[in-house]
């Protein structure tokens, strides 16, 4: 303790430091931060078309959900992404949902259960396997869902959840992806550009 307490007084006098903390370890994934260009990708959409981002040739941004059929968070929040995208996909927004688990693992989502899950809930965006599970390292995705909003030039813009409530929209208080949409649009700081992204966690053979 005695050599920690000179090493601080050393580093106030040398540097001008004057308050000195240790930050906690962080428990952000490895991937794409704030401010990132996000790598185009190719998967597989359930109705068996390939889809890019590259695709989406007057998009103005994109709202990038990893997202799966067997979470209840993926679940809870299924009208919402329903309703997100019937907003902001007319506004050049389009929602991208994209199945990050291992089929394999969770069987419930298999490319074939995705087919049927959104006819159920009657997804009108791309519902994306991401088959190798190549693409939601790249992100840092490590929920479903997890959010990732980028603007027309695939730069990473915000990063985390949906809302502040999960299990209801009715108790929602802080639209936190509307919110950043919405300051996309009008050219203003993000803020906050990072939320905690609450869900399950993806599921692999590791």
Known sequence: MKQISILVALLVLVFGISSFTIDPPSDKADG???????ADFSLKNIDGKMVSLSDYKDANGFIVIFTCNHC???????????????KYAKQGYPVI????NDPEVKPEDSFENMIVRAKEKNFKFPYLLDEGQKIYPQFGATKTPHVFLLDSKRVVK?????????????????????????????????????????????????
Request: proline fraction near 4%; include cysteine; glycine fraction near 6%.
């Open 32 to 38: 794409y931060g704030i401010g990132d260009i996000a």
């Open 72 to 86: 209840p968070y993926a679940v809870m929040y299924e009208d919402r992404i329903n309703e997100l995208n019937a």
């Open 97 to 100: 949902a994209i199945n990050p």
């Open 158 to 206: 915000y990063i985390g959840s949906i809302d502040d409530s999960a299990r209801s929209a009715e108790n929602v208080e802080e639209t936190f992806l509307e919110d950043a949409i919405i300051s996309l649009q009008m050219g203003e700081e993000i803020n906050p550009s990072v939320t905690k992204a609450v869900g399950c966690s993806i599921k692999t053979k590791s």
